[in-house]
């Protein structure tokens, strides 16, 4: 048995790697903090009822379940840090009215990979934003968004924005059945034109064309436009083509900017603006988000909410490369005698590497040693 393999889609992080990962999250926690979003913890586990809502079918394939030992519960592992975050806005931090805003970063773990080249163990990091409903939050949220991809050095980004909530208000109006929406959905988000037309073919007028519409309804700024003549003239539609013109006028000339009236892609507990960014030479997004308005509500606390993530393993191969600093070495015969100095140089920063097998520079990466000297310990050149 070769107890030294690793599941599938599961990789161990090797030390160069390892410090450009932590470089980089570093960075962006400061970012968000410079921002204002405050740091959270979550924990790896928790009650299943926590981390899935009913009938996030997305999330639930996701998730690995287990059996708590001690409550006799079932537990999951997060595969997602949302729901983790909305829980401690609407409990542990109900007493905030105002708005608040939350960053975090920690692995996430997924039953099933979510592509051919995904890691099922994402190092999942993003920030979030309660308690504002207007499109000003969205947009903070998507410049926090494009200003932490910069900092790691992705260039040319495009925006893809969408709007959940233009699907969601047809289909109310049109009064499907939860079968028939659920199918119609899946057949929208993977953009299966000929199967959307199959399925709403008993659907009423203007709502059957809407659907059959929705597929074509992608490209630059124009397509609102065309949105706005094809689809039916309802409250959910005409408030969801308004929060997307606006953002376009905001963003004008700051990004490459696409829309997209079947980015559907999601979890169950989006609502409205969604959205996410792609560069060139990647071929799936870099970060995704949008809104999720009342995602606190099965705690106890229902708050306007908008978010975005992504999953840093992602970007590893534009990471800067962060080459370990070169140590001081120590010969092991002197490391109790120069006790002290070993300790005053390592608070200030210098690595000090204790050398028990008289061992090369090149292997212990020193350029330096300690050495006893006539006035004391003094560092010189190591070779």
């Not at 840090?81 to 996430?108: F, N, W």
């Not at 980015?263 to 560069?279: D, I, K, N, S």
């Not at 608070?347 to 004391?376: F, H, Q, T, W």
Request: charged letters at 25%; a negative charge; hydrophobic letters at 45%.
């Amino acid at each position: 048995m070769r107890n030294w393999l690793l599941p599938e889609y599961i990789a161990d992080i090797l030390p160069a790697t390892a410090r450009q990962l932590e470089t980089a999250k570093s960075s962006m926690l400061e970012l968000f903090r410079t921002a204002g979003y405050e740091l959270v913890l979550p924990p790896m586990i928790e009650y299943i009822d926590s981390l899935v809502a009913e009938g996030d079918d997305s999330l639930e394939m996701k998730t690995f379940k287990l059996d708590d030992h001690l409550s006799g519960r079932q537990m999951g592992l997060r595969a997602d840090i949302t729901p983790q975050v909305a829980r401690i806005d609407a409990h542990l931090l109900a007493e905030r009215t105002g708005v608040t805003r939350l960053c975090y970063a920690g692995s996430v773990v997924h039953a099933r990979p979510a592509g051919l080249m995904s890691s099922r163990e994402p190092l999942q990091v993003g920030a979030e934003l309660y308690g504002f409903a207007g499109i000003e939050a969205d947009l903070e949220i998507i410049r926090l968004a494009l200003a932490t991809l910069d900092l790691v050095g992705v260039q040319n980004p495009r925006l893809d924005i969408g709007n959940i909530a233009i699907f969601r208000g047809l289909a109310a109006a049109a009064g499907l059945d939860p079968a028939l929406t659920r199918e119609l959905f899946a057949a929208l988000r993977s953009k299966d034109a000929a199967e959307v037309a199959l399925l709403v073919q008993g659907v009423a007028e203007p709502y059957r064309s809407a659907f059959v519409a929705l597929p074509e309804l992608y490209g630059p700024r124009e397509v609102l436009d065309r949105a706005r003549s094809r689809l039916p003239s309802i409250p959910d539609v005409d408030q969801a083509l308004g929060q997307l013109q606006a953002l376009a006028g905001a963003l004008q000339g700051r990004v490459e900017i696409s829309f997209d009236l079947t980015e559907l892609r999601g979890t169950a507990y989006h609502t409205g603006l969604m959205f996410a960014v792609y560069a060139p030479g990647w071929p799936d997004e870099l970060a995704r988000g949008g809104r999720y308005d009342n995602v606190g509500r099965r705690f106890g606390r229902a708050r306007p909410a908008t978010g975005f993530s992504l999953d840093l393993r992602d970007l590893l191969r534009i990471l800067p490369e962060r080459d370990s600093a070169r140590g001081i070495r120590v010969a092991a015969r002197h490391a109790d005698a120069a006790a002290g100095e070993i300790d005053a140089l390592r608070k200030a920063g210098e690595v000090v590497m204790i050398d028990y097998l008289d061992e090369s520079a090149a292997a212990l990466n020193c350029d330096r040693e300690l050495v006893a000297g006539p006035s004391g310990w003094q560092i010189v050149p190591f070779n």
